[in-house]
């Protein structure tokens, strides 16, 4: 493999996944800030590793955005790819149909 250049992905895909990406994230923390003030009825710690927030509250935090996040990152990789395809006719850089 010596000498062979690394190919860059088309600047279609790297707006596509930043344009999905954005509100993704931007949804994803207003929902789980709401989801949590539902559940408890106080705001989500701002600093989870500030001296007042307990243990407790502060991994729940961290689980339930943990988990929010990566689900987030999954529907927007997702529809940015499937919007890829749609465009272009082909699957994005470095996705395989059905490799696990």
Same mark, same amino acid.
């Given at each position: 493999?010596?000498? !062979? $250049?690394?190919?860059?992905?088309?600047?279609? @895909? $790297?707006?596509? =996944?930043?344009?999905?990406?954005?509100?993704?994230?931007?949804?994803? &923390?207003?929902?789980?800030?709401?989801? @949590?003030?539902?559940? &408890?009825?106080?705001?989500?710690? $701002?600093?989870?590793?500030?001296?007042?927030?307990? @243990?407790?509250?502060? /991994?729940? @935090?961290?689980?339930? %955005?943990?988990?929010?996040?990566?689900?987030? &990152?999954?529907?927007?990789?997702?529809?940015?790819?499937?919007?890829?395809? %749609? /465009?272009?006719? !082909?699957?994005?850089?470095?996705?395989?149909? =059905?490799?696990?």
């Amino acid at each position: 493999m010596a000498g !062979k $250049k690394k190919q860059k992905p088309p600047m279609t @895909w $790297k707006l596509l =996944g930043t344009g999905f990406a954005v509100p993704a994230g931007i949804a994803v &923390r207003k929902l789980t800030d709401a989801a @949590w003030y539902a559940a &408890r009825g106080t705001n989500p710690p $701002k600093n989870p590793a500030a001296p007042g927030v307990g @243990w407790g509250e502060a /991994l729940a @935090w961290a689980a339930v %955005s943990g988990v929010a996040v990566a689900a987030g &990152r999954l529907v927007a990789a997702r529809g940015a790819a499937a919007t890829y395809q %749609s /465009l272009t006719g !082909k699957l994005p850089p470095g996705l395989n149909a =059905g490799s696990p």
